[in-house]
Structures are given as structure tokens and as C-alpha cells.
């Protein structure tokens, strides 16, 4: 990260913010006055959730994560909007920051995660602070790439990796599961962009959705291999069904193992360039980094301050077992 570009950026960046179109959704409200648009963030950034990540994609763990509230997507899959509505939020600031930069650096970490919610919200308020705290490495923009251009055109030069979502294959899965029929037209457009700028700063991610290979998976993997060729490409298999979703609705239940290898058979043949998943097993597994018949089966543990723990990135079959062990919620 680099505090000199950071600097020279603040003002185009507040401007933006002050009649807010970080964001296609333009609320033009004045974020830098407090004002509220649709996603819920204001003038500051608020935390509510850090730690070293050790099972994110290989190529960015130990990566010291940093969770931010305010997100633009109202994704029905969402693997932190509990803990968001949950967990007490504080405002991030460049001292807590950099308190956290110098703990996350003690344990190992190598980069620095930011995600949320959506960090490009909070686009202002992080570049004020990546001011004051000046250089340091690895800065990750965990991101749904839903921003806008010139939002993201603010990052170029500060960012190091961008980890970009790319979750649906048409507008109509996109409206139904985030509330934002062009999710996927817009994150199609900054990774085309970020590509053009810095084709090996850019990782894609898609997250496999059960029932969603021919409308989603499948659309996405070719256009990835068509319009962004050598691009690292994260195949997420993590997806956990949301608890609040009725039982008869497509998305209520876990991938099968055959959709799993459908979309890698799908990406091997396209000549993606996959990334490993940290959490994977160790060489010894098939060219997709899995072991033939075994699923990987580390997850991560959380405790909060209340005492509540949290488990994410739980196979099926663990979680089955800690269902049949506690009982819900799980
Ligand atoms: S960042 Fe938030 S306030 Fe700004 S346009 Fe997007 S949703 Fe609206």
C-alpha cells in the first residue's frame, strides 16, 4: 500500500462520497456529512471483526482480515451478516489500525484483508486512514466488485490484490440472491478494468451456489477464461446454506460433491488458472487440489467477545456432526 497515492487520491475520493456514487447504486446521498444510502455505511468505517486468517486462498494467508460494516449487496448466502448484525462495531481509526497491522505482523500475517461487508463503501474513510499510517505490504481488496469505475479506478497503485467476486451468470439469479439485478454485469466490468491495469494484482473468485452450474457457474467460468485469459481464478466451494431460507427454496441445501467436480472438471478444461484453497489438503490429491472421495475438513473457529462461538468454512459433514452433537443454530 502506498500512502503517497493514497494521499493524492482523498479528495477525488471524497468527492465522490459527498453526493455518493462509490457504488452503481448512486444514492447520491452526502456520506461525508454522516448521510445513509442503501448500504448502510456512513461517514466512518466501523469494525466489527479482526484476526489472522489461515484458511483463506494460499496465495494471501496468514492474512491479517479486517471486517468492516456497510455493504451495498443484500446477498441471501452472506457468510458474515450475522456476526455484522451481531457483534458490537467500533470506528476504525489509524491508531486501532495500525495496532492491528502491528499484531497481525507479530503472528505471522503477510497480508492485510480487507473485506466486510464491501470495503469500496468505505473508500474515503480507508484511504484517510491508509494517509496516516503510511506504506506497508500486501494490502488485499476483498471485494464484490460491485463499485463503480471511478471508484475503483481510486485503488490503482494502492491496492496489491484485489480478491473480486464474480457470483452470478445473469441478472435474474443476481436480483433474486442480491438484490441487484447488474451484480454481476458490474463486477464482469471492474475486473475487465483491473485486468487491463494489473492483470497479476487481480484474483477472481466465484462461489459455487447449489443448483446454479448451467445459470452461474458455467457462464462465468467461460467468460473468465475468454475475457480475462491468465487471470488467477479462486473456485469457492464453502457455500453454506442460509438458515432463514424456506426449506423447498433451490439454494436450502449444501453442493452435492458432483457439482463440485462438474465446475473443476469446467474450469480444468477451460485452462483456468486455479488458485489453492489454503484449507485444502496437502499434494497428494487430484489436479483440482482435493483428495479423490475426501472433502477438506479444517475449519475455522471463532470466539467472540461475548463468549459465542462461530464456526466458518464447515464441510457438511462436519457440520451434520455438530448439528447432531449441539443442536441448532450451528
Ligand atoms: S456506497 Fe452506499 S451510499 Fe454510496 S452509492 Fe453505494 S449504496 Fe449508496
Known sequence: MNSAAAIAR???ASSLAAKCRLCP?????NRMRGEIGACGAGRHARLFMEYVHW???????????????????????CQTADERARLPSARLDSKLFAGILARGKAAGARTVNILGGEPTVNLPALLEIFAETGDFPGLV?????????????????????YMGDIKFGNSACAKKLAGAADAGEAAAERAMEI??????????????????FACCAEPVLRWIACHLPGVRVSL????MPPRDLAERQPEKRFLTPEETSRA???????????????????PGGDETGNTPGIEPTAFETIIASDG???LRHVTREASEMLRAAVGGPY
Do not use: M
Open 25 to 29: 447504486r448512486r444514492c447520491g446521498v
Open 308 to 310: 459465542a462461538v462461530y
Open 264 to 282: 473443476n472438471r469446467l474450469a480444468l478444461s477451460l485452462g483456468l488458472r486455479l488458485t489453492r484453497d489454503a484449507a485444502s489438503p496437502p
Open 236 to 239: 469457492k466451494t464453502v457455500y
Open 55 to 77: 484458511a483463506e486462498d494460499a496465495d494471501i494467508v496468514p492474512a491479517q482480515t479486517l471486517y468492516l460494516t456497510g455493504c451495498n449487496l443484500s446477498c441471501r448466502f
Open 141 to 161: 481488496w476483498n471485494s464484490n466488485l460491485y463499485g463503480t469505475a471511478e471508484a475503483f479506478a481510486l485503488l490503482d497503485g494502492i491496492v496489491d490484490i
Open 195 to 212: 485486468f487491463a491495469r494489473s492483470p497479476e494484482a487481480l484474483i477472481v473468485r466465484h462461489l459455487l451456489l447449489p443448483g446454479h
Open 10 to 12: 482523498l479528495e477525488q
